[in-house]
């Protein structure tokens, strides 16, 4: 396991002890991280109390992503307590799926709410820390769905990491000057409960048209609830090796069916380039 000993981690994100951010929060913990671990509402808090017994004196605090001053208030506590902040993981996520036209408006705001403008709420409130360090790292947990494909069924939720890869993607060149790095990371199919009847929240059959499709669909997705290949564990411990290099990959791309999704995009790509690249470099002035 690498060493984080003597560094302050910001987990965004814990939900139960399933989570990819709760699996890193213990693969810091056991690394010598010295942690703050966020979660939102007092279920869950009850529920992360209980998971952290085990942790050596972490930081638990509630966290609304979505809400400026509760931001605010995470990281002044943080920094009271550590006096700075080293690496930060965003992992605020929900999971409203359906297609496109049968979501409301309601939940789209509510997925690019949670899964890209509060990822950028706590960043926002974190840089001017990292910045007078002149040092940080900036995880942020995308998906295969932003990187590689918007597949049918989740446009929403492949359009808040899309998003999410965009901003990081600049603001990787924003703060590099002041040796702060970040990380894009892109997992498959991991065994969290995003896919659980709590964690996902699915669009009003309100369309005769997608009848046939949604129901294949929304068997096709609560079949993979509890199947999936990924072992969160795992990329936890890939994570602390990743936050630990000088300097970090710009971006992971975690699990084995994340690099076929991802060499399959690549291919794609060329093939559409390719097939109009006459056309394409004929378009400058004459």
């Given at each position: 396991?690498?060493?984080?000993?003597?560094?302050t981690g910001l987990i965004v994100g814990v939900a139960n002890k399933r989570s990819i951010a709760w699996a890193i929060a213990q693969a810091a913990s056991a690394a010598g991280a010295q942690l703050?671990?966020?979660?939102?509402?007092?279920?869950?808090?009850?529920?992360?109390?209980?998971?952290?017994?085990?942790?050596?004196?972490?930081?638990?605090?509630?966290?609304?992503?979505?809400?400026?001053?509760?931001?605010?208030?995470?990281?002044?506590?943080?920094?009271?307590?550590?006096?700075?902040?080293?690496?930060?993981?965003?992992?605020?996520?929900?999971?409203?799926?359906?297609?496109?036209?049968?979501?409301?408006?309601?939940?789209?705001?509510?997925?690019?709410?949670?899964?890209?403008?509060?990822?950028?709420?706590?960043?926002?409130?974190?840089?001017?820390?990292?910045?007078?360090?002149?040092?940080?790292?900036?995880?942020?947990?995308?998906?295969?769905?932003?990187?590689?494909?918007?597949?049918?069924?989740?446009?929403?939720?492949?359009?808040?990491?899309?998003?999410?890869?965009?901003?990081?993607?600049?603001?990787?060149?924003?703060?590099?000057?002041?040796?702060?790095?970040?990380?894009?990371?892109?997992?498959?199919?991991?065994?969290?409960?995003?896919?659980?009847?709590?964690?996902?929240?699915?669009?009003?059959?309100?369309i005769e048209d997608y009848d046939e499709r949604r129901a294949k669909q929304l068997e096709f997705w609560k079949a993979q609830n509890g199947k999936q290949s990924g072992d969160p564990a795992k990329?936890?411990?890939?994570?602390?090796?990743?936050?630990?290099?000088?300097?970090?990959?710009?971006?992971?791309?975690?699990?084995?069916?994340?690099?076929?999704?991802?060499?399959?995009?690549?291919?794609?790509?060329?093939?559409?380039?390719?097939?109009?690249?006459?056309?394409?470099?004929?378009?400058?002035?004459?």
């Amino acid at each position: 396991m690498s060493d984080l000993s003597g560094r302050t981690g910001l987990i965004v994100g814990v939900a139960n002890k399933r989570s990819i951010a709760w699996a890193i929060a213990q693969a810091a913990s056991a690394a010598g991280a010295q942690l703050a671990i966020t979660y939102q509402g007092e279920r869950l808090g009850e529920n992360v109390r209980d998971l952290a017994e085990g942790l050596p004196n972490p930081l638990l605090m509630p966290l609304d992503v979505t809400d400026d001053d509760s931001v605010a208030a995470t990281v002044r506590e943080v920094l009271d307590r550590s006096g700075r902040i080293d690496v930060l993981v965003n992992n605020a996520a929900s999971f409203y799926a359906g297609y496109f036209e049968e979501l409301t408006p309601e939940q789209i705001e509510r997925q690019l709410a949670t899964s890209l403008i509060g990822p950028m709420n706590v960043t926002r409130a974190v840089l001017p820390v990292m910045r007078k360090q002149r040092s940080g790292h900036i995880i942020s947990i995308s998906s295969s769905a932003g990187l590689a494909a918007g597949f049918e069924f989740v446009s929403a939720y492949a359009a808040s990491k899309f998003g999410l890869e965009g901003w990081m993607e600049s603001m990787h060149a924003e703060v590099a000057p002041f040796g702060i790095t970040t990380t894009i990371v892109n997992p498959g199919f991991f065994r969290t409960e995003l896919l659980t009847e709590q964690s996902t929240n699915y669009a009003e059959p309100l369309i005769e048209d997608y009848d046939e499709r949604r129901a294949k669909q929304l068997e096709f997705w609560k079949a993979q609830n509890g199947k999936q290949s990924g072992d969160p564990a795992k990329l936890a411990r890939a994570l602390i090796i990743i936050a630990s290099q000088e300097p970090p990959p710009h971006r992971f791309v975690a699990g084995a069916d994340a690099i076929a999704t991802a060499e399959q995009k690549i291919a794609d790509l060329e093939a559409q380039i390719d097939a109009n690249r006459n056309l394409s470099t004929s378009l400058a002035f004459d």
